[in-house]
């Protein structure tokens, strides 16, 4: 396993070793992995431009985005996993249903929508174009499914409505699989080419993933420079990741679990 890891890392090392190195030792052969002139440099001059602007976007789309997702699919798993009313299989699966259809089927009626709603090349636009997730709704279901029923019952007892209920007994029960939803959504959106893409027009709103593709356009065949960039945009999701795999782990546990 340690082995098959090693391999696996072994692109992100050369991204980080290239994005030190001067231009002409990028695609040396054999692979130098040790620059032998460390350009710190060429991060300097990645963010020397409007790279700030794009990585300020990215941070502001990305953490709405993530902390609506989380309240709107944790709410609606709550609903069709222990409120009980009529029509709610059906509902759930027309909701599943959407699943199904490829996200580039509907680009065109979503840009019409957005137009028409004037939605369209703004931040607002962009955040609720992610805002709700079928997926995650899906995914916390299951855990929500898990709570035994008499935990609800006893809090009905005691008087307690279902916002009593969802915020006190039932959400600290299965915060393992919420906070793994809401990294995976985080990385997600982080991540999202498509959206800013098609969504985007104005330069000052442009997200980092689009950024560095633009940059790359901008910077022609300096590869050193596109790698400090890509470094430089996944460092967020190291940093989510590395705090956040323990709630990952546990969340993971908690789908292993029932009863």
Same mark, same amino acid.
């Given at each position: 396993?340690?082995?098959?890891?090693?391999?696996?890392?072994?692109?992100?090392?050369?991204?980080?070793?290239?994005?030190?190195?001067?231009?002409?030792?990028?695609?040396?052969?054999?692979?130098?992995?040790?620059?032998?002139?460390?350009?710190?440099?060429?991060?300097?001059?990645?963010?020397?431009?409007?790279?700030?602007?794009?990585?300020?976007?990215?941070?502001?789309?990305?953490?709405?985005?993530?902390?609506?997702?989380?309240?709107?699919?944790?709410?609606?798993?709550?609903?069709?996993? *222990? $409120?009980?009313?009529? &029509?709610?299989? %059906? @509902? +759930?699966?027309? /909701?599943?249903?959407?699943?199904?259809? !490829? =996200?580039?089927?509907?680009?065109?009626?979503?840009?019409?929508?957005?137009?028409?709603?004037?939605?369209?090349?703004?931040?607002?636009?962009?955040?609720?174009?992610?805002?709700?997730?079928?997926?995650?709704?899906?995914?916390?279901?299951?855990?929500?499914?898990?709570?035994?029923?008499?935990?609800?019952?006893?809090? *009905? $007892?005691?008087?307690? &409505?279902?916002? %009593? @209920? +969802?915020?006190? /007994?039932?959400?600290?029960?299965?915060? !393992? =699989?919420?906070?793994?939803?809401?990294?995976?959504?985080?990385?997600?959106?982080?991540?999202?080419?498509?959206?800013?893409?098609?969504?985007?027009?104005?330069?000052?709103?442009?997200?980092?993933?689009?950024?560095?593709?633009?940059?790359?356009?901008?910077?022609?065949?300096?590869?050193?420079?596109?790698?400090?960039?890509?470094?430089?945009?996944?460092?967020?999701?190291? @940093?989510?990741?590395?705090?956040?795999?323990?709630?990952?782990?546990?969340?993971?546990?908690?789908?292993?679990?029932?009863?």
């Amino acid at each position: 396993m340690f082995t098959i890891g090693i391999v696996f890392l072994l692109p992100f090392i050369w991204m980080i070793s290239a994005s030190l190195k001067p231009e002409i030792e990028v695609f040396r052969y054999p692979i130098e992995w040790i620059p032998s002139d460390w350009r710190w440099s060429n991060y300097a001059e990645v963010w020397s431009g409007n790279f700030p602007l794009y990585y300020w976007n990215s941070i502001k789309v990305t953490v709405a985005t993530t902390f609506i997702s989380l309240a709107v699919s944790t709410m609606a798993a709550y609903g069709f996993s *222990k $409120i009980e009313f009529k &029509g709610k299989n %059906i @509902i +759930f699966m027309l /909701v599943l249903a959407t699943f199904m259809i !490829p =996200a580039q089927a509907i680009l065109v009626p979503q840009f019409m929508l957005y137009m028409y709603l004037d939605l369209f090349d703004t931040h607002i636009g962009l955040i609720l174009l992610n805002s709700f997730s079928v997926l995650g709704t899906f995914m916390l279901r299951q855990f929500f499914v898990g709570i035994h029923d008499d935990y609800i019952a006893s809090a *009905k $007892i005691d008087g307690a &409505g279902h916002f %009593i @209920i +969802f915020t006190k /007994v039932a959400v600290p029960l299965v915060l !393992p =699989a919420i906070s793994t939803y809401g990294i995976l959504r985080f990385i997600w959106t982080w991540n999202d080419y498509q959206g800013p893409l098609i969504f985007l027009r104005s330069d000052h709103l442009t997200t980092v993933q689009l950024g560095i593709s633009r940059f790359s356009s901008m910077s022609g065949e300096y590869y050193s420079l596109i790698m400090a960039g890509a470094v430089s945009a996944i460092l967020p999701l190291l @940093i989510i990741f590395f705090f956040g795999q323990k709630y990952v782990l546990e969340g993971i546990a908690m789908g292993g679990v029932k009863g």
